[in-house]
T-cell receptor, first 109, second 113 residues
Framework: GEDVEQSLFLSVREGDSSVINCTYT??????LYWYKQEPGAGLQLLTY?????DMKQDQRLTVLLNKKDKHLSLRIADTQTGDSAIYFC?????????FGQGTELSVKP | SAVISQKPSRDICQRGTSLTIQCQVD?????MFWYRQQPGQSLTLIAT?????????ESGFVIDKFPISRPNLTFSTLTVSNMSPEDSSIYLC??????????FGQGTRLTVV
């Protein structure tokens, strides 16, 4: 089945850019998503990209998709302390969402 | 986007008891999904709940342990039965739109003591 991998931790300084990476195994995945989970909260959908796109930008967020390498990344420009959270990538495969383990982003002032 | 309300938001339960979690959506949806997030882990799909039919369970999850009801197109319940400390998790319901992704309730944080 589908396997989605993320690095577990990322630490950046406030104002820097953050890049969170995700790899997946199933090339037939149609939609790919990024979710944010703040402590004690549910999941918030941040953005998504369709598999025929290479890039999608939404304000401070940029999603890059490399289908050949099955690599997805989320770039957060001008990272703020409020961006500290766990970020999950997820891929839609066979009508089901498969989640990565989550990357804990720590933003230091 | 759908608005999803889950109740309770958290609970502490004795082992051996059962807890029923409710999920209400502000619009009619065909499928609703129940996930479990164990401490420090990612989300795992428990089952898919369709209105008018039995839920479809993922590998490792069984109806006797996690019975699900889906009485109408806006509501579903998940029961965690005969609980043990290993069931301590966040349980989330969601509705999914293939184009825009899944929308989640705020989750139910369950602690079994």
């Amino acid at each position: 089945g589908e396997d989605v991998e993320q690095s577990l931790f990322l630490s950046v300084r406030e104002g820097d850019s953050s890049v969170i990476n995700c790899t997946y195994t199933d090339s037939s995945s149609t939609y790919l998503y990024w979710y944010k989970q703040e402590p004690g909260a549910g999941l918030q959908l941040l953005t998504y990209i369709f598999s025929n796109m290479d890039m999608k930008q939404d304000q401070r967020l940029t999603v890059l998709l490399n289908k050949k390498d099955k690599h997805l990344s989320l770039r957060i420009a001008d990272t703020q302390t409020g961006d500290s959270a766990i970020y999950f990538c997820a891929v839609l495969q066979g009508g089901k969402l498969i989640f990565g383990q989550g990357t804990e982003l720590s933003v230091k002032p | 986007s759908a608005v999803i309300s889950q109740k309770p938001s958290r609970d502490i339960c004795q082992r051996g008891t059962s807890l029923t979690i409710q999920c209400q959506v502000d619009s009619q949806v065909t499928m609703m999904f129940w996930y479990r997030q164990q401490p420090g882990q990612s989300l795992t799909l428990i089952a898919t709940a369709n209105q008018g039919s039995e839920a479809t369970y993922e590998s490792g999850f069984v109806i006797d342990k996690f019975p699900i009801s889906r009485p109408n197109l806006t509501f579903s319940t998940l029961t965690v039965s005969n609980m043990s400390p290993e069931d301590s998790s966040i349980y989330l319901c969601s509705v999914e739109d293939q184009r825009t992704g899944a929308f989640f309730g705020q989750g139910t944080r369950l602690t079994v003591v």
